[in-house]
C-alpha cells in the first residue's frame, strides 16, 4: 500500500469512527479527529500514520505481556475452532473449569469457587449481589449495605456506580441502586497533618471505614469493597497496617471484605493477586483485565469457602450470570496468558524493576507543576498542582484546558499513550506493559518531562 493510500484509509476510518463508532467515557461533539490505533508490538502501539507509540497504560491496565504475542492468538484460533461457545449455565466446559481450578489455586486463602463474567464491572456487580444474598441465607437480611471509599471507582453498571465514589461519574444516572456509601481514602498527599507517620495514617484511615460501618449501623451493612492499591485519585498506596485492621474490623461487624482487583490483580504489582502482596485475606476478589492480556474478554468473581457454603444446602441456587461469563475461548487464552507469565516470570520482573520504575518517575519532582509522585509495582500516578508549595490544585477551567485540552493529544504527539485523570485531583497515571525495562522507563520520563513544561502555557 502506497503512502497516498495509507493517508485515505487513515482518513475514512477516522471519518467513520466520527460518525458511527460510539466511544467511550468521550465527547462526541469534540471537533479533533479520533485518534485511530491499527496495530501493537510489545510496549509499543502504531497509529494510522504508523507513529510509533509507547503504551503506558497496558491499553487500559490490561496488556501485561504486551502486544502481539502470536501464541494468545494462536490459542484463541485453537479453542474457536474446537468449541466456540458454550455457556457455564449449569453446564460446564474444559477450559472454564481448568482455569476455575487455577484461579483457585493462585487465591489466597480458601478462596476455591470462581464466578465468570466478561469484565470487571460485572464482577463488581456479582459481589454485591452474592453478598446481599450471602446474608439472607445466613439469617441477618438486613444487611445489604456496601462501603467503599471516596473517590474509588468500581464500574459503570448501576449497583457497581452506586460503590463508586466519583459523585459526577453518578449524578446523570440516579437514582441509582441504594445502599452505598462512602470513606475515606488513603491519599497521604493530601492528608499532610500525617506526613512522616503513615502508621497512624493507616489506623486513622482504617477507623473512617469502621465509624462507616457504626454510623450506618452493623446489621445493614454487608461489604467494605477496596482495592488494594485505589486507580481513581491517582494510585493510591495503603499505609502499613490499613489492611490488617480493615481485616480486623469487617471480622468484629460481620462485614464481608472485598479486594476489587480488576486492575491491581495478574501481575501488575509482583502477585498474581495484589492482596498477598499487601498482607490480607479477602472475602471474594473481583478481577479481569490482565488475566487474558486482553487478548480476549473475561472477568470472575472468586468466594471463599465461607461465603459459599450457604449456597451448598439442597435447592439453594444463586440466579444471577451472563451468557459470555466463562467463555470457552477467553478461559483458554487466559490459561495460555498465565502460562507465559509463569515461563518469562513477569511477577518477579515486577518486583526486581518496580523501585526503578518509581524512582525515574520521581526525577520529574524537581519540575514545579509536579506534586507528588506516587504508587507501587507497575502502577503509577503523577500528580499535577498549581502551587507545589501549598499543594494547590486547579480550577475548574484550569483543568478542562489542562486534562481535557492539551494533555491527551500533547502525550500522544510526543510518542506517550498515558491517562491524565482529574475524578480526585489532576493526575498522570502510568501502567505500562509488564514487560517493560529501564529503557522505557527513562522513555517515559523524558515524555512526560517534555509535556509537563509544555503544559504550563496552557494553564
Given amino acids: 500500500m502506497t503512502t497516498a493510500d495509507k493517508t485515505r484509509t487513515a482518513t475514512r476510518t477516522a471519518e467513520t469512527a466520527a460518525r458511527h463508532l460510539w466511544t467511550h467515557f468521550d465527547r462526541l461533539g469534540n471537533e479533533s479527529p479520533v485518534p485511530v490505533i491499527t496495530r501493537g508490538e510489545g510496549c509499543y502501539i502504531y497509529d494510522d500514520r504508523d507513529r510509533r507509540i509507547l503504551d503506558g497504560l497496558s491499553g487500559l491496565f490490561v496488556v501485561q505481556t504486551g502486544h502481539g504475542r502470536r501464541e494468545l492468538a494462536e490459542v484463541s484460533a485453537r479453542q474457536a475452532e474446537t468449541l466456540g461457545f458454550f455457556p457455564v449455565w449449569g453446564y460446564a466446559t474444559p ?62 453498571p448501576q449497583g457497581a456506580l452506586a460503590i463508586t465514589g466519583v459523585p459526577k461519574m453518578k449524578k446523570d444516572f440516579e437514582p441509582l441502586t441504594p445502599g452505598g456509601f462512602r470513606a475515606a481514602n488513603t491519599n497521604a498527599y493530601r492528608n499532610p497533618q500525617f506526613d512522616g507517620d503513615p502508621e497512624a495514617f493507616g489506623r486513622w484511615a482504617a477507623d473512617r471505614i469502621e465509624e462507616a460501618i457504626l454510623f450506618e449501623g452493623p446489621e445493614t451493612v454487608a461489604a467494605v469493597f477496596l482495592e488494594p492499591v485505589q486507580n481513581s485519585g491517582g494510585c493510591l498506596t495503603p499505609p502499613p497496617g490499613y489492611f490488617e485492621r480493615v481485616r480486623e474490623i469487617c471480622d468484629r461487624h460481620d462485614v464481608l471484605l472485598v479486594s476489587d482487583e480488576v486492575i491491581c490483580a495478574f501481575g501488575r504489582h509482583g502477585t498474581t493477586f495484589a492482596c498477598d502482596k499487601f498482607g490480607y485475606v479477602p472475602d471474594i476478589i473481583t478481577c479481569a483485565k490482565g488475566m487474558t492480556s486482553g487478548y480476549s474478554p473475561i472477568g470472575a468473581m472468586i468466594a471463599s469457602d465461607r461465603v459459599v457454603e450457604p449456597f451448598l444446602a439442597p435447592k439453594v441456587s444463586f440466579p444471577h450470570g451472563y451468557t459470555f461469563g466463562g467463555h470457552p475461548v477467553s478461559a483458554a487464552v487466559a490459561l495460555a496468558n498465565l502460562d507465559l507469565m509463569e515461563r518469562e516470570r513477569l511477577n518477579e520482573r515486577v518486583l526486581q524493576h518496580e523501585r526503578a520504575f518509581g524512582d525515574t518517575l520521581r526525577k520529574l519532582l524537581d519540575l514545579p507543576i509536579v506534586g507528588d509522585v506516587r504508587g507501587d509495582g507497575y502502577f503509577w500516578a503523577v500528580e499535577l498542582v498549581k502551587d507545589k508549595q501549598t499543594r494547590g490544585t486547579f480550577t475548574a477551567d484550569e483543568r478542562e484546558r489542562l486534562v481535557r485540552g492539551f494533555l491527551p493529544g ?21 501502567a505500562p506493559p509488564l514487560t517493560c525495562g529501564q529503557a522505557e522507563f527513562d522513555e517515559i520520563e523524558q515524555i512526560l518531562r517534555q509535556t509537563f513544561v509544555e503544559a504550563t502555557a496552557h494553564i
Avoid: M
Avoid at 100 to 119: I, K, S
Avoid at 410 to 430: H, I, K, M, S, T
Fill in 95 to 156: 477450559p472454564a473449569a481448568e482455569l476455575a481450578e487455577r484461579l483457585a489455586h493462585l487465591a489466597p486463602g480458601d478462596l476455591n469457587r470462581v464466578f465468570f463474567t466478561t469484565g470487571g464491572g460485572e464482577a463488581v456487580e456479582s459481589a454485591w449481589k452474592l453478598a446481599k444474598q450471602y446474608y439472607k441465607l445466613t439469617g441477618k437480611p438486613a444487611k445489604h449495605k456496601v462501603i467503599s471509599r471516596a473517590v474509588a471507582y468500581h464500574g459503570t
Fill in 410 to 430: 500533547a502525550l500522544l504527539d510526543n510518542g506517550l499513550y498515558c491517562r491524565p485523570d482529574d475524578r480526585g485531583d489532576v493526575v498522570v497515571q502510568l
